[in-house]
């Protein structure tokens, strides 16, 4: 599945999709920085309730395919352009991280 059908699937918000047509092949949830760099895989949708700019570099290094935040949570400023300018697709959800984990597991 892409992002992009992710995206429309679940109804999320989108906050920069830069590369909308990305699979999605796993996800990852998780807010500890240092642990998803260390497990996180490429092409997974990351869940999370961070919302700073060090997402984004965590989302290059990892290469996920999308970072959703979760729980009604919106970027900082400036987050939003960072991501589009790094080619990183950030999203949004009112779901809970648990939730929205097992909907991307039923569609994956």
């Known amino acids: 599945m892409t992002v992009l059908g992710l995206k429309e699937t679940l109804n999320l918000t989108v906050f920069a999709l830069p590369q909308g047509e990305r ?11 240092s642990w998803v760099m260390g497990k996180a895989e490429a092409d997974d949708a990351w ?15 990892t290469e996920v395919s999308c970072i959703i935040l979760c729980e009604g949570v919106s970027p900082d400023a400036g987050v939003a352009a960072l991501a589009a300018g790094k080619e990183i697709n950030l999203l949004g959800s009112d779901s809970s991280v648990f939730a929205l984990a097992a909907q991307i597991t039923n569609l994956l």
């Open 23 to 33: 699979q999605v092949r796993g996800g990852y949830a998780g807010d500890l920085l």
């Open 47 to 61: 869940l999370t309730i961070m919302s700073n700019p060090n997402i984004v570099a965590v989302a290059t290094l």
